[in-house]
């Protein structure tokens, strides 16, 4: 739009935002939505916005249309909507913004498909394949004219739109007149450089580590495991056979060979087992999704799974399944019912390719990497899916399970989610003006990352003449190691911590005493505030009574023991103890709530319970059998008096 000046610009910006999504933005969406409009605005007609996955691109990108398309902004300066276009490379990108965040819209939006040609509407959402030309047609979109559409909005716009040789650049190049806002989440690194050379430096960036110290972002743990053919390599014995009879060609096999060169069914059902063990001793409905080579090792996967489930299986059919482009409209069903969030199953997802971008699932609590991923791209889309904070559905944090060493390595790339870096080069003359701009190529000085080597199948003819890779179905093999990983206390790389060690660097941080812990653990508000913070960071008492080896101990002498290096005691010597040394609080009862009071401790003494939430402790055995609530509470004089001698019951249990 032409003419406009500063005050005009100032005012057109601040057209308010849409709220029928029912969230205020977040800072940095205001800032991304605020820079884009002002930039339109001023006619830059190329931008980029570079937004970690799980930011909420999709919704700064809905409000920045809205904006535009509530002030009447389109390039000719006329009274009239403008004409925008959402692009993306896969339907999944396409159809959820278009039916949900898009949709205060109404009737304005039109999703291009099946060739038909509509020019009537004003918000259009294509997938390129829909409207790029192919063998068989010239290309849909010139049929809408070059000086069509306003504005174009590239989502994903690293996934191959900008690049030189591609036919979807095609598209761009043909809509020049439009002004053209392309989103991705990853800087720049080496396998997307013709996206910024086309787009340009970003107008804003926020990335995934300053979402994570934000708390926008989900942070993560890592556990690198690693079987013992990863390990040491696996060599086929001269009589080993595949599946099919062939012989496999006498070589050392490693980790970037498996699924690819030769496929191990023991090694896919170790870590199978290993995936198993850890769902159980977590949340064995946790929504997971596993990464793996290739469709069929997604479904092998599946099947190991499902049959190390069976018993869940049978009573939920779909607790794990396979979801590839194989599937077409059942995996899409599958995909639908895995995003929900109130839904329990699917619980597990095995794939290859598809759920790499795009896909929200805002509970998905685990990512596991059965694949090498030498990608930067891809491996921070993929630990994307696993970003998203729903505090509402207790997804504080996710864990990455690295079964290929992929996470390890990328995340100690020092060029992980750095700054991007620019690759402008200018000219300027002697009174110091830009009089042009170039792009340079990017080398190493960008990080060059390790290409993805063509480790493509050995070919090799069946008797039905099929290229296949090697299977070999046969052998045994354990998981060698488990180590976890977490972020520095700066952010800024991955260390190696023991389960314990965690546990008390974070117990200290909440707590930097032995004497402040007893003391916020006396008060059982502040001690539910404890327990919400631990569960947070990860900390789980099962998992720590397991790990310490004190299957009795109860939560406070685990927490005092691991960060404090106290004694510790069971829950049995702990009853027995306030049983012995504080009769006098007994004896301030009558028999009836003296019985109550004792019912209370043996229910702590033998399962931990000692967070005891009134009323609900009195309907449960054995208190219950001794009356109903409002009969219970008159042995103590009351409600009131009732709560006051259960919070001093749990107090004085930690007193000593």
């Known amino acids: 739009m032409e003419g406009l000046n500063e005050d005009q610009i100032a ?48 919704v700064v990108a809905y409000q920045i249309c809205w904006k535009l398309w509530s002030m009447r902004w389109n390039r000719a ?8 276009l959402y692009l993306a490379d896969r339907n999944i990108l396409i159809d959820d913004p278009k039916d949900k965040i898009f949709a205060p819209f109404g009737d304005a939006r039109w999703k291009i498909e099946n060739g038909e040609v509509n020019k009537g509407r004003e918000m259009y959402f294509a997938i390129y394949q829909a409207i790029a030309k192919d063998e068989r047609r010239p290309g849909l979109y010139k049929e809408f004219g070059q000086d069509f559409f306003d504005l174009i909005v590239v989502d994903e716009c690293h996934r191959g739109s900008a690049r030189d040789e591609s036919n979807w650049r095609e598209i761009l190049t043909f809509f020049k007149p439009a002004y053209q806002l392309g989103m991705t989440a990853t800087p720049l690194r080496k396998d997307n450089r ?43 014995s001269k009589e080993d056979l595949d599946r099919y009879g062939r012989e496999i060609p006498d070589a050392e096999y490693h980790t970037q060979d498996f699924e690819r060169i030769v496929a191990l069914r023991a090694r896919t059902e170790a870590i199978a087992r ?21 469709q069929e090792h997604a479904d092998e996967m599946r099947r190991a799974l499902a049959n190390l489930n069976s018993e869940l299986v049978q009573k939920y059919p779909d607790y794990v399944c396979r979801i590839t482009s194989e599937e077409g409209d059942v995996g899409r069903g599958h995909l639908s019912r895995f995003q929900e969030l109130e839904t329990q199953t699917p619980a597990i997802v095995t794939t290859s390719q598809l759920l790499t971008t795009g896909v929200d699932v805002p509970t998905c609590k685990n990512v596991a990497i059965a694949r090498v991923v030498n990608s930067m791209v891809e491996f921070k889309q993929i630990i994307g899916r696993g970003t998203r904070v729903r505090d509402d559905y207790g997804k504080f944090f996710f864990n990455i399970l690295d079964y290929t060493g992929s996470a390890t390595r990328l995340f100690a790339d020092p060029e992980f989610d750095g700054d991007p870096a620019f690759i402008s080069e200018e000219e300027i003359n002697s009174a110091g003006e830009t009089t042009s701009q170039t792009y340079k190529e990017v080398g ?9 080597r063509d480790v493509g199948p050995i070919i090799s003819e069946d008797l039905e003449g099929e290229r296949r890779k ?21 952010g800024k790389q991955l260390r190696v911590v023991k389960f314990t060690d965690y546990a008390a660097e974070k117990v200290r941080s909440l707590c930097p005493s032995l004497v402040d812990l007893r003391r916020r653990w006396a008060d059982p508000d502040l001690r539910s505030d404890i327990i919400a913070k631990l569960e947070e960071r990860g900390i789980d008492f099962d998992e720590l009574r397991v790990t310490t080896n004190q299957p009795g101990a109860d939560p406070f002498d685990l927490l005092c023991y691991v960060a404090f290096n106290a004694p510790i005691r069971s829950r049995r010597e702990r009853a027995e103890r306030l049983r012995k040394e504080k009769k006098d609080f007994f004896d ?23 967070q005891f939430v009134i009323p609900d402790v009195l309907k449960v055995p054995p208190v219950s059998e001794r009356g109903n609530v409002i009969e219970i ?3 103590f004089g009351g409600p009131e008096k009732l709560r006051e001698a259960v919070n001093d019951l749990q107090a004085l249990l930690y007193a000593a």
């Open 11 to 58: 005012a057109r910006a601040l057209t308010p935002s849409e709220i029928s999504l029912g969230k205020g933005q977040r800072y940095y969406q205001e800032i991304a939505i605020n820079r884009s409009v002002q930039a339109i605005l001023k006619g830059n007609k190329r931008i980029l916005l570079t937004m970690a996955t799980g930011t909420g691109k999709t």
């Open 77 to 84: 300066g006329e009274y009239r909507r403008p004409k925008i």
């Open 194 to 236: 013709d996206t910024y050379r086309y787009f340009g430096n970003p107008l804003y960036t926020y990335s995934l580590r300053q979402g994570i110290e934000d708390g926008f972002l989900a942070p993560y743990r890592v556990h690198r495991v690693v079987t013992q053919w990863d390990a040491t390599g696996w060599r086929p």
């Open 274 to 294: 290993h995936l198993t063990a850890f769902l159980k001793k977590t949340d064995r409905f946790a929504k997971t999704i596993v990464f793996c080579v290739d």
């Open 444 to 452: 190493e000085e960008i990080g060059d990352i390790q290409e993805e």
């Open 470 to 490: 090697y299977y070999f179905d046969g052998g045994q093999v354990e998981i060698a190691a488990h180590f976890v990983y977490e972020l520095d206390p700066d």
């Open 588 to 610: 301030r009862y009558g028999p009836e709530a003296k019985a109550v009071l004792n019912d209370l401790l043996e229910k702590y003494a033998e399962h931990g319970a000692a």
């Open 633 to 635: 509470a008159r042995f």
